[in-house]
């Protein structure tokens, strides 16, 4: 077993289900795991920001939901993810919304 609660698991079908591949990442990258985000979904995030397809304001209401979560692990990972992709991620994308 990989760490992640059943609420995790359970959240990223859902995601899987609906076709949001960026809400998955997000979801993945702040599992109440108690470790750091994984370098594989933040590398995926930090893509998303160079995609043209990819609604930036929608990932970072993902990241801002992530944040109300009661599991202080689970805020602390949506903060670093939000850290990780200003500072990564490409600045001149996120102007143009």
Not at 45 to 65: G, K
Request: charged share 15%; aromatic share 8%; proline share 2%.
């Amino acid at each position: 077993m990989s760490g992640q609660s059943i609420t995790d698991r359970i959240a990223a079908a859902q995601h899987s289900v609906t076709g949001s591949a960026v809400a998955k990442a997000v979801c993945k990258a702040t599992t109440h795991e108690v470790m750091g985000p994984k370098k594989k979904h933040l590398d995926y995030l930090i893509q998303c920001t160079n995609e043209m397809n990819v609604n930036i304001p929608q990932l970072a209401d993902t990241l801002f939901e992530r944040t109300a979560n009661s599991s202080w692990v689970v805020v602390f990972k949506a903060l670093i993810t939000t850290h990780h992709l200003m500072m990564y991620g490409n600045e001149v994308r996120h102007y143009s919304f």
